[in-house]
């Protein structure tokens, strides 16, 4: 949300419970849900959603319900797990991969594959670093389970996405470039 309100969009965070809302405060904050969409999307020209949730029809229901919803561009933040690798296989098959979520994934792929209308689901191609900077930069890749990128220009790749749509009905991997490795990191 920081990236959108940095950008001088208007923005809604549609929460469960507003009470426990830690977000940017330039931010408006509704209690909702994403299987109500509608109720808070109403005239949006984006949707962006980063949700999880258990349960193996949640994220068709939540698919259906933003697609319901009429925004004209639809952004999910989705899972690596989902992605193929260069040589073509997902990456939830691959050798050593977890598989104790794999319902989670499948789950989570049905959803992408109910989207409908205008959308992208952009991944990180591997994790997160989850202490990492915001490098302002990142790259559309496939699916690697050593890429890393930070939540801060995950953020950047879903707003670009929002305002200047470059893949539709697509899901993507972002990561940062070899350069930007953690290792490369000083300071």
């Not at 330039?26 to 949707?47: N, Q």
């Not at 790749?157 to 930007?180: K, M, S, T, Y």
């Amino acid at each position: 949300m920081a990236e959108a309100l940095t950008r001088g969009h208007d923005v809604t965070a549609v929460v469960r419970d507003v009470s426990r809302y830690q977000g940017p405060p330039d931010a408006r904050v509704v209690a909702g849900d994403v299987l109500d969409a509608a109720a808070h999307a109403d005239g949006a020209d984006a949707v962006i959603s980063a949700v999880h949730q258990s349960g193996a029809d949640f994220f068709v229901r939540a698919a259906q319900s933003l697609t319901a919803a009429g925004a004209r561009r639809i952004v999910v933040v989705g899972l690596a797990s989902v992605l193929p690798t260069a040589d073509g296989t997902l990456l939830m098959d691959t050798a050593g991969y977890p598989q104790e979520w794999r319902d989670f994934y499948l789950a989570h792929a049905a959803g992408v594959a109910a989207l409908d209308g205008d959308w992208a689901v952009v991944s990180p191609a591997g994790d997160f670093d989850h202490d990492g900077p915001r490098l302002g930069r990142y790259r559309v890749t496939a699916a690697d389970a050593g890429s890393r990128i930070s939540y801060a220009d995950l953020a950047i790749a879903l707003i670009d996405e929002a305002e200047q749509p470059r893949h539709h009905r697509q899901h993507i991997g972002v990561g940062w470039f070899a350069e930007d490795s953690p290792s490369s990191f000083t300071g």
